[in-house]
């Protein structure tokens, strides 16, 4: 079978976005442009707001990399991997079922790629993916904002490319 990849839009923006925040909190403490309302030390707003600084990188670092990853859902005949999302491959058979659902946040439609509690500790989802679109229960999700195409469209080709790969293997093992 012939590998797909969706191409999806990365993780890397949002502890970008994180460390923008605090950077900018740092600088404006260290060039003493906010303070506390009656105190007038500016060493120590200045040590805070490179303390600051230097916190931020910790996202900021984070998030390139995030961005520099491999970005898209690869399909294989033997599994999908997203490098942005998880670590290792989830096989076919991790997959018990692919469906509409919601965020994290509960905002945003997206599909949900469930999974066998097995498959979802074996794929190691990383902690940014946890905190948008990923839990155990809930599988793994995209949203319309994550990949290109429309939802359905993008979960009826999972399907369809899932339940070739299972036949594909099925007929290699006869």
Known sequence: MEERIFKTHGLGRYPL????VIMVFGLLLSLNII???GHRDEEVFQVLGIF???LSLIPLLYGFSLLLRKKGLRLSSTGFHD????????????LVSVSNGVSN??????????LHPEAYKAAKVNWMAKLVMADPVNG????????SEPLDVFGNEI????????????YMEH
């Open 17 to 20: 976005m994180f460390g923008a």
């Open 35 to 37: 303070a506390l309302h």
């Open 52 to 54: 600051f600084m230097c």
């Open 83 to 94: 490098p942005q999302m998880f670590r290792n491959e989830i096989p076919w058979t991790g």
């Open 105 to 114: 946040n509960g905002r945003e439609e997206a599909i949900r790629l469930i």
């Open 140 to 147: 793994i999700g995209y949203t319309a904002k994550m990949i």
């Open 159 to 170: 399907v369809d490319y899932a339940n070739k790969a299972l036949e594909q293997q099925q």
